[in-house]
Nanobody, 129 residues
Framework: QVQLVESGGGLVQAGGSLRLACADSGRTFHSYAMGWFRQAPGEEREFVAA????????VYADSVKGRFTISRDNAKNTLYLQMNSLKPVDTAVYYC??????????????????????WGQGTQVTVSS
């Protein structure tokens, strides 16, 4: 059974950095687009970033553009999210997910949670002020 397992969350001060990782236990990681979402308490799940299967095309939510970087290492079956200049509003549980849909450069399209069919369990990121 294919699983996605996130790691790297934690507590950081505002302005700090964290790097999240998402390990895919399957053999087809390199075939699919991948994304990061987040969910704060009492809020809906929010799109953060996505990356094409090849790693050469990325798309970001406006709220993280210029601060977060999504990347992948297909040889290691691992997805990453480098988060810099963190703010208290970035506090949330972060989830990685796999998309079987055709990759779109539009965050409104690529950010639809319904396009993702496999999700990790999440990792908590807390940014203190």
């Amino acid at each position: 059974q294919v699983q996605l397992v996130e790691s790297g969350g934690g507590l950081v001060q505002a302005g700090g950095s964290l790097r999240l990782a998402c390990a895919d236990s399957g053999r087809t990681f390199h075939s699919y687009a991948m994304g990061w979402f987040r969910q704060a308490p009492g809020e809906e799940r929010e799109f953060v970033a996505a990356i094409r299967w090849s790693g050469d095309v990325t798309v970001y939510a406006d709220s993280v553009k210029g601060r977060f970087t999504i990347s992948r290492d297909n040889a290691k079956n691992t997805l990453y999210l480098q988060m810099n200049s963190l703010k208290p509003v970035d506090t949330a549980v972060y989830y990685c997910a796999r998309s079987r849909s055709l990759f779109s450069r539009s965050p409104n399209v690529q950010g639809r949670a319904a396009s993702y069919d496999l999700w990790g369990q999440g990792t908590q990121v807390t940014v203190s002020s």
